[in-house]
């Protein structure tokens, strides 16, 4: 518990929650310059590339918009 007056510790954001398994299986070449930003700040950007991301509302929005080019490997607990 927090001292008061002073604000309530937040969990490091790599800490608890679910996980999705992200790889990009399609190049970002010829694709929008809006869906190759969406890759980068997915942590992605060559072809076979994986990155572990947090499920949250915004990452699940940002892979809607590439579904052509990334596929979700598996969700982590």
Known sequence: MA????PAP????HE????????QY???IGAKPKHRGTLR???LGRTGQ?????DRPEIRGMLARVP???EIVKDLP
Not at 10 to 13: F, M
Not at 50 to 54: E, I, K, Q, R, V
């Open 16 to 23: 608890g929650g679910a996980r999705l398994l992200v790889r």
């Open 68 to 70: 052509h080019l990334v």
């Open 50 to 54: 994986s990155a572990s991301l947090p």
């Open 26 to 28: 399609r190049s970002g």
């Open 3 to 6: 001292a008061q007056g002073q």
């Open 41 to 43: 700040a997915l942590g």
């Open 10 to 13: 937040r969990p490091a954001p």
